[in-house]
């Protein structure tokens, strides 16, 4: 193989990919071959941002799907291979925070909608996506957690045990799927400059806190994440499944 990274001939889902570290990550998909499906909760900006895609010369599919929607999940994948003929690469990246504060005035709500979007829905798409990834002999499975599932993040107790969950799935279907030739992996950025994090970000006091104890001193890009999913995806790294990649401008290491 002349280049490891060579995503031709692919079919990968995106999830959350209208925006931020999901578009990134479709349109690095997309140049370097992929055929992918866009999905996000609505239809309206994934048509947007297909258009632009298409514009570039990329071969998109977009398919609304809410991500906590085990039925909707499983119409994506139908969409999928009902147009592309088959699947090889699913990313979870979609995922929701609908309680930002301390963790002993949460409501019962906020803990369901939280774990059916970041857990049940990663394992639902994988559930529906695996047949599909057995009959090509393979596949990839990209989860995207957090550094907040290493330790939690502040005011954001129910993500970061989603996170923590998502890093615990990885492993055990990397554990489960080695024998069908399907790697799973995951990456845990840190802060990322995305509109899902703009809360922190956007708030002077509590991102120059975190600046400050990030060796890089800076916050990180979401296509700083993108190529470490097409490593995740390409045949670059078939030797690789279970892992955790930190992609965190040093924040989590261990300071003296």
Not at 1 to 24: E, W, Y
């Amino acid at each position: 193989m002349d280049n490891l990274f060579d995503l031709n001939g692919k079919v990968a889902i995106v999830t959350g990919s209208s925006r931020g570290i999901g578009l990134a990550i479709a349109e690095r998909y997309a140049q370097h071959g992929a055929k992918v499906v866009l999905s996000s909760r609505k239809q309206e900006s994934l048509d947007a941002v297909a258009a632009d895609m298409r514009d570039k010369g990329y071969d998109v599919l977009p398919v609304a799907a809410h991500n906590g929607d085990k039925e909707a999940l499983a119409r994506l994948v139908d969409a999928t291979i009902q147009h592309y003929g088959g699947l090889d690469i699913v990313v979870n990246n979609a995922a929701t925070n609908p309680h930002f504060g301390n963790l002993i005035d949460s409501e019962d709500s906020m803990w369901q909608k939280t774990f059916d979007v970041n857990i049940m829905g990663n394992f639902w798409l994988c559930q529906a996506a695996v047949p599909a990834m057995r009959r090509r002999k393979g596949g990839k499975i990209v989860n995207i957690a957090s550094i907040n599932g290493l330790r939690p993040g502040t005011f954001q107790g129910i993500y970061s045990m989603t996170k923590a969950a998502v890093i615990s799935l990885t492993k055990t279907l990397a554990m489960e799927l080695a024998g069908d030739n399907i790697q799973v992996n995951a990456i845990a950025p840190g802060l990322i400059k995305t509109y899902f994090a703009q809360a922190i970000w956007d708030n002077e006091t509590v991102a120059q806190s975190i600046i400050e104890r990030t060796p890089q001193r800076r916050i990180g890009e979401p296509d700083e994440i993108a190529g470490m999913a097409v490593y995740l995806a390409s045949a670059a790294s078939n030797f690789a499944t279970g892992q955790l990649y930190v992609i965190d401008g040093g924040v989590t290491l261990p300071m003296l």
